[in-house]
């Protein structure tokens, strides 16, 4: 009797055609639990990942939400292994990278909307208070991008002499702060307000411009400048 011949996993026919429509109409064809579903059958082979796309955009929100989530939060979801939340976490990375290198490579005054794209992909979402330092020279270029301290869900402290040290150490002539609320509210706070003062007094002496501080979180952004707050 002839051996019976294999039948193919019912998600083959699927990641087929799911592949086939992100050749053909490219990611805005996608909605973003199939543009995760291309993501996973690279880190996930042999099983149907659908169910697992859902879950990842059910318990993070979105696409952001999910890359955007620790390692740990990732494999609390059935399905996620260590090994696909590092490949969620390293696509999240590349990201980053790509809309850093971009922003080095012009001056960072003329590329707004680009550098507000760029904190808000790295710190919208964190679950805890990051203050990072954007160190400009004198044509306004981005080189060096730094945290300066990270704290908790709703506070992190700004050290004025320590900013001022690694700004000379760097050949700094301008900066801009930026810090992440995980609250969502992106407003600034009486806090925030006087921190921004200390720091645009300590710089004086320097002759060292702050540009801006910029306030990310989830529900979007605020400027110091556009607020008239500097």
Request: with cysteine.
């Amino acid at each position: 009797m002839a051996e019976p011949v294999p039948t193919k996993p019912h998600y083959t026919g699927h990641r087929d055609r799911l592949r086939q429509r992100f050749i053909e109409g490219g990611a805005d064809a996608l909605p973003d639990y199939e543009l995760l579903e291309l993501i996973l059958f690279m880190a996930i082979p042999r099983r149907d990942v659908k169910p697992v796309a859902k879950d990842l955009i059910d318990r993070f929100d979105d696409l952001n939400g999910v890359l955007s989530a620790t390692p740990k939060e990732l494999e609390g979801i059935k399905g996620i292994s260590e090994t696909t939340a590092i490949t969620l976490k390293a696509i999240q990375a590349t990201g980053l990278r790509m809309l850093k290198q971009d922003l080095m490579s012009r001056p960072l005054l003329n590329s707004w909307q680009r550098l507000v794209e760029y904190c808000e992909a790295g710190m919208a979402r964190d679950s805890k208070e990051h203050f990072r330092l954007l160190f400009l020279n004198k044509k306004n270029e981005l080189i060096a991008d730094e945290i300066q301290q990270s704290g908790t869900v709703d506070h992190t402290p700004a050290y004025p002499r320590e900013i001022m040290k690694r700004a000379l150490e760097l050949g700094a002539t301008a900066l801009i702060l930026v810090h992440n609320h995980p609250s969502g509210d992106p407003n600034p706070s009486q806090a925030d307000i006087q921190m921004t003062q200390n720091i645009i007094k300590a710089a004086q002496p320097f002759d060292i411009i702050i540009h801006d501080h910029l306030i990310v979180s989830r529900n979007g952004t605020s400027s110091f400048k556009t607020l008239g707050l500097i």
